[in-house]
């Protein structure tokens, strides 16, 4: 099946780096990826669609200059966090439609990468 | 905007009953309505669809019922068991992107 592979899983960085998140499709071309952020016992709040070779979509009060994605590929969507502050930390999760195999429209998701900024 | 509620945010019940978890939304109804699991620290997996013009659809265990009337899902897990403990999230399909709910934690005790 789809496997979506996302990177790193956990990340740990001093407040105002910035932090990149790999998100890769492993057997499936991908033209559109989303980005979710989750906080502890929510749910999963949208960030962004990701779209191939264009400008992602960026979900209201989400900003665009702090979150910037990257869909270079077919199978890759980047994710960076700029100047990260304490209250970046969170749990990042990205997802894929495998548009062609699974014949239906069903997400599959990276395992998360867990954000902590000191 | 479409907002989606389930039934509580925990659920706690005895291995071997069968577990009951509500959806219910607002607004139109999805093409799709899916269910997702998602264990503590990792991404959700998805488990089953049902569409608009389907009553119910089983896998296993698992039996999901969609009715759009009500503009409610039902999700059902027979003969529980201890693995069976996630949190499950349901989701409407709205073509460009999802809109998820908030979930709930169900636990099977031993």
């Known amino acids: 099946g789809a496997v979506v592979s996302q990177h790193p899983s956990w990340v740990i960085c001093k407040s105002g780096t910035s932090v990149k998140i790999e998100c890769r499709s492993l057997?499936?071309?991908?033209?559109?990826m989303f980005w979710y952020r989750q906080f502890p016992k929510q749910s999963l709040m949208l960030m962004a669609t990701?779209?191939?070779?264009?400008?992602?979509?960026?979900e209201q009060g989400v900003e665009k200059d702090k979150f910037l994605i990257n869909h270079a590929s077919l199978t890759l969507s980047t994710l960076t966090v700029t100047s990260a502050h304490p209250e970046d930390s969170s749990f990042y999760i990205c997802?894929?439609?495998?548009?062609?195999?699974?014949?239906?429209?069903?997400?599959?998701f990276g395992a998360g990468s867990r954000l902590t900024v000191l | 905007s479409q907002k989606i509620e389930q039934n509580s945010e925990a659920l706690n019940i005895q291995e071997g009953k069968t577990a009951t978890l509500t959806c219910n939304y607002t607004?139109?109804?999805?093409?799709?309505l899916q269910w997702y699991r998602q264990d503590p620290g990792r991404g959700p997996v998805f488990l089953l669809l049902?569409?608009?013009?389907?009553k119910e659809k089983r896998k296993e265990r698992l039996k999901v019922t969609f009715d759009t009337t009500l503009k409610q899902s039902l999700f059902h897990i027979t003969a529980s068991q201890p693995a069976d403990s996630a949190t499950y999230l349901c989701?409407?399909?709205?073509?460009?992107?999802?809109?998820f709910g908030p979930g709930t934690r169900l636990s099977v005790l031993p």
């Open positions: 989701a409407l399909d709205l073509w460009a992107n999802f809109v």
């Open positions: 997802s894929a439609r495998d548009e062609y195999h699974s014949g239906a429209n069903v997400l599959t």
């Open positions: 607004n139109y109804s999805p093409a799709y």
């Open positions: 990701s779209n191939e070779g264009s400008k992602a979509t960026y």
């Open positions: 049902i569409r608009e013009n389907e």
């Open positions: 057997d499936f071309q991908a033209t559109t």
